[in-house]
């Protein structure tokens, strides 16, 4: 059964007056929050009697705590999710400053944006599904990519060789994800001078003025940063 989306009825303008507006936004956070309560005891295979038993309460105190039409207090609620194994997450939303109020370890809430909603609600998912799905895509894509430039700069191409040499001090599982970082960049001169900066990582600074021999660094490593993108055009194609 799809859960109710109160967020959007809740965030039709019906009035200016900031009074209106606010107890719009208490109504809107006493009817997610009794929405959860009530979904949590019943995952966890209580009734409200049997609930109230553990709580020490009677049976109404309980109907009361779920009823959104009802005043609730913190202590009363925290009680209630405390006794099902349950925690609640605050975060306070100034502008674009997100602060986070409680304390869990492990557990992040994130001000996420609304086209990531509507592509959650597109795809008949919870946009928390959502997300970690997506994370979980790239996360397999990234180690996908991260194995193909480990391969190609551990392999006997020229290329992978003069960039050995240049990096040398350097192992190939550390060059391959600061290369992958270059790959994910939009722009195709972006990317050049970014690998042409991995390359040149590892050049000591010259105590005198080289003059010439400057310039001349600078063209190699362009031409070899340009070669080795070349090598990675089918990577970059599948994975970027």
């Known amino acids: 059964m799809k859960?109710?989306?109160?967020?959007a009825w809740l965030q039709q303008q019906i009035?200016?007056?900031?009074?209106?507006?606010?107890a719009g936004k208490l109504e809107y956070l006493r009817l997610y929050i009794t929405d959860a309560m009530r979904e949590i005891r019943n995952k966890a295979g209580f009734t409200q009697a049997q609930l109230a038993e553990k709580l020490g309460v009677q049976q109404a105190a309980v109907s009361k705590l779920e009823s959104p039409?009802?005043?609730?207090?913190l202590e009363s609620v925290l009680h209630y999710l405390h006794t099902l194994g349950a925690d609640l997450l605050v975060a306070?939303?100034?502008g674009d400053d997100l602060y986070q109020a409680?304390?869990?370890e492990g557990l992040l809430l994130v001000d996420v944006p609304d086209v990531v909603a509507q592509k959650a609600s597109a795809a008949n998912m919870t946009v928390r599904e959502y997300v970690r799905a997506a994370i979980a895509k790239f996360s397999s894509e990234d180690n996908a990519m991260r194995t193909a430039l480990v391969k190609l700069l551990e392999s006997d191409d020229l290329v992978a060789v003069k960039v050995r040499e240049r990096l040398s001090t350097k192992a190939i599982?550390?060059?391959a994800t600061e290369l992958e970082k270059c790959l994910r960049l939009e722009d195709e001169e972006d990317r050049i001078f970014a690998v042409k900066n991995v390359l040149a990582s590892n050049l000591a600074v010259a105590e005198t003025n080289r003059g010439t021999s400057n310039e001349i660094d600078e063209i190699e490593l362009l031409d070899l940063a340009e070669?080795?993108?070349?090598?990675?055009?089918?990577?970059?194609?599948?994975?970027?």
């Open 3 to 7: 859960k109710p989306n109160f967020q």
């Open 15 to 22: 009035s200016d007056d900031s009074e209106v507006i606010l």
């Open 69 to 73: 039409l009802k005043e609730h207090e």
């Open 92 to 94: 306070v939303k100034q």
């Open 102 to 104: 409680s304390d869990n």
């Open 173 to 175: 599982p550390e060059i």
């Open 227 to 240: 070669e080795l993108l070349e090598k990675f055009a089918r990577i970059f194609s599948l994975y970027h």
